[in-house]
């Protein structure tokens, strides 16, 4: 049975940073493509940024070039999302998602982040 844990989320004020983890059990984690998104009320899902399986290549949104840094670790079949330099417009709820080739996608049950002074 696919699962997911995420965590970190939270309140923070605009400047911080928080760190995400996607935690995943139930298939075989080092061989998917792992991206965050993030939805926020009233707008469609939005791709935050993606990490090959090995870990090599990153992609990014621009919104979020040079604040957010995307990370794995294929030991503990963990995603993590960096996030620094926060903006009221980060806020969202973030999604990670376990995607590969010729197979179902599966989706984490979200973790809510709020950038507020």
């Known amino acids: 049975q696919v699962q997911f844990v995420e965590s970190g989320g939270g309140l923070v004020q605009p400047g911080g940073s928080l760190r995400l983890s996607c935690t995943a059990s139930?298939?075989?984690?080092?061989?998917?493509?792992m991206t965050w998104y993030r939805q926020a009320p009233g707008k469609e899902r939005e791709l935050v940024a993606s990490i090959s399986s090995p870990g090599n290549i990153r992609s990014y949104a621009d919104s979020v070039k040079g604040r957010f840094t995307i990370s794995r670790d294929n030991a503990k079949n963990t995603v993590y999302l960096q996030m620094n330099s926060l903006k009221p417009e980060d806020t969202a709820v973030y999604y990670c998602?376990?995607?590969?080739?010729?197979?179902?996608?599966?989706w984490g049950q979200g973790t809510q982040v709020t950038v507020s002074s």
């Open positions: 139930g298939f075989t984690f080092s061989r998917y493509v």
């Open positions: 998602n376990a995607l590969r080739s010729g197979a179902t996608d599966y």
